[in-house]
């Protein structure tokens, strides 16, 4: 079971993380300092850090700073309500793997989570990926459903291939831009939405199953009927 350290000196907010990741099946342990925080992280035994910034005795970017040049490579996510594009850039400069601004989506913290923690796995290699009666090659790039090629342009295979690796996983939009076209959701940007409808056109119509669903308001999962 993975343990992930909550560093949050709002209680309220770090019991709310602690309570849903728990009930995601993570072991969640809580710190409200960053002393505190980075002391717990160097000790080991953590497998990821949810850490927020403005936070007493040590600020987060510090604390992840420290938590790099001790050799530390574990991955962190930065949780805050400092969301200006220097702190965004800072941040990641300074050591951390992600950065997410408050409010948020906790399905979005969720996914995030489930993300920088399976990079770190080590994966075999794989060539096909199915679902139901669709496979994905990704050697030949190709796609194929019920014995019919579909052809994808680079854009859906990569989307494609994202669903398929993370089926039956709510994938956020903001995911979703930032792995297949490695940009920064913008909530004016309708790309996501557009390319999922030109994909479910290609994968689904013309098949009594459908794969791609929506979730309104969460995102985007695809899994079989069942």
Do not use: C
């Amino acid at each position: 079971m993975p343990r992930i350290l909550i560093v949050e000196d709002d209680r309220t907010t770090g019991e709310y993380l602690a309570r849903g990741l728990g009930e995601a099946g993570f072991a969640v342990e809580l710190s409200v300092d960053g002393a505190d925080g980075l002391h717990r992280l160097l000790e080991g035994g953590i497998d990821l850090a949810i850490v927020d910034v403005m936070l007493p005795r040590l600020d987060g970017f510090a604390l992840v700073k420290a938590l790099r040049a001790a050799g530390v490579q574990m991955p962190v996510l930065h949780l805050t309500a400092r969301d200006a594009v220097a702190d965004r850039v800072h941040g990641l400069e300074s050591g951390a793997d992600d950065y997410l601004v408050k409010p948020f989506a906790f399905t979005e913290l969720l996914a995030r989570v489930r993300t920088l923690l399976r990079r770190g796995e080590p994966r075999a290699e794989t060539t096909r990926l199915s679902v139901a009666d669709l496979e994905l090659d990704l050697v030949r790039r190709r796609a194929v459903r019920s014995g019919r090629r579909i052809d994808l342009t680079a854009k859906e295979f990569a989307l494609l291939e994202l669903l398929l690796r993370r089926r039956g996983e709510v994938l956020p939009r903001s995911l979703i831009a930032a792995e297949v076209w490695d940009m920064n959701f913008d909530s004016d940007t309708n790309v996501v939405e557009v390319a999922i409808r030109r994909l479910r056109a290609k994968i689904d119509d013309g098949f009594e199953h459908k794969l791609i669903r929506t979730l309104r308001g969460m995102g985007y999962v695809l899994e079989a009927e069942g």
